[in-house]
C-alpha cells in the first residue's frame, strides 16, 4: 500500500530527482539537488498570483532570483502598480516579457478588424514557448552561452499538486524538476497545502494585487468576465486592451445580446 503523502512518480522521469522509494524531493532537499545541478541562480515565473509570491518568499533565502513577469496585454495599470509594488518589497526588477498567448492570438487574427489583420501577417511574428523565453533571459540577462544550455538555470514555479486535478497529473506526469534539454524549471512548493502559502504570505506582509478582488485569481485570459469587469474598473486599460484587440468588444456582446448572460 502507498504511504500517505508520497508521490509515485513516473517510470520515465529521471530518477535524480527521487527518494530512493520513487517519491519526488521535496522541501530543502530539493533546493540542494537544484544547486548542485545549476549553481545558487534561478529564474522565477512570476504571474503575481500566491503560489508565485510564496515561492519568491521561500527561496529568497536560497538563490539569487531574476523574476520575469509575462503580459497578455503590455502596460496594463493595474498590473504595473502590483508590479511596482513588488520590486518595492523585494528590491529588485521585474523583467516585462509578452506571453507567448499575445503573439498567438495576434498571429491568430483574434478579435482583430478586416485592416489589422494583413498589418500583423506582414510583421511575421514569431511563435515561442516559456523554454524560448527561459532560453533568451538565460543568455541575454545573465550573459550565459547559448552553446552550454546545461549551464542554464532552472526556473522556479508555483505549481502545486493540491491546486487541482490538472496540475496534480502534470505533476505524476513530469516531475518536479525538469531535466530535459527543453526547458529546465523546478516545483519548490509542489507539496504544499493552501494554509503553507497563506502562511508564509501573511507573515511577510506581503499583499495579494487586486486580481484577486476583480477576478479571484491572476488569469491570463480574455474573456467576458474579465473583460467586463476590466471596462467598468478600468476604462482607460480597457481601451488599451481594444487598441491591440478592437473587436474584444465582441465578447461582452456575445454574452449580454446574444447569449442574455447577466453581468
Not at 540577462?141 to 499538486?161: H, K, V, Y
Request: charged content about 25%.
Amino acid at each position: 500500500m502507498k504511504k500517505k503523502g508520497k508521490s509515485r512518480s513516473n517510470p520515465e522521469v529521471d530518477k535524480r530527482q527521487c527518494y530512493a522509494d520513487g517519491s519526488y524531493l521535496r522541501g530543502l532537499d530539493l533546493i540542494r539537488f537544484v544547486k548542485q545541478e545549476r549553481g545558487e541562480t534561478v529564474l522565477l515565473s512570476f504571474s503575481r498570483g500566491k503560489d508565485s509570491m510564496a515561492v519568491w518568499l521561500y527561496l529568497r533565502d536560497h538563490f539569487n532570483i531574476l523574476p520575469f513577469y509575462l503580459y497578455l496585454i503590455p502596460g496594463l495599470s493595474w498590473e504595473e502598480e502590483s508590479l511596482n509594488y513588488y520590486e518595492r518589497f523585494f528590491n529588485t526588477h521585474i523583467l516585462r516579457l509578452p506571453h507567448p498567448l499575445f503573439y498567438q492570438m495576434l498571429r491568430n487574427g483574434e478579435w482583430q478588424t478586416p485592416e489589422t489583420v494583413p498589418v500583423i501577417r506582414a510583421m511575421n511574428l514569431p511563435a515561442y514557448d516559456l523554454s524560448i523565453i527561459d532560453n533568451l533571459i538565460a543568455i541575454d540577462c545573465l550573459g550565459l552561452d547559448e552553446n552550454t544550455p546545461e549551464s542554464w538555470p532552472f526556473c522556479a514555479m508555483g505549481i502545486r499538486q493540491c491546486d487541482g486535478l490538472e496540475r496534480r497529473r502534470l505533476i505524476q506526469q513530469m516531475g518536479v524538476v525538469g531535466l530535459g534539454k527543453k526547458r529546465r524549471f523546478f516545483y519548490p512548493i509542489w507539496d504544499w497545502k493552501i494554509d503553507q502559502v497563506g502562511r508564509i504570505i501573511l507573515d511577510a506582509n506581503l499583499k495579494l494585487p487586486i486580481d484577486y478582488d476583480l477576478f479571484g485569481r491572476t488569469v491570463v485570459a480574455l474573456n467576458y468576465r474579465r473583460l467586463v469587469k476590466i471596462r467598468h474598473r478600468y476604462p482607460g486599460d480597457y481601451q488599451k486592451i481594444l487598441e491591440w484587440f478592437p473587436l474584444a468588444e465582441l465578447e461582452i456582446f456575445r454574452y449580454e445580446k446574444v447569449s442574455s448572460v447577466e453581468t
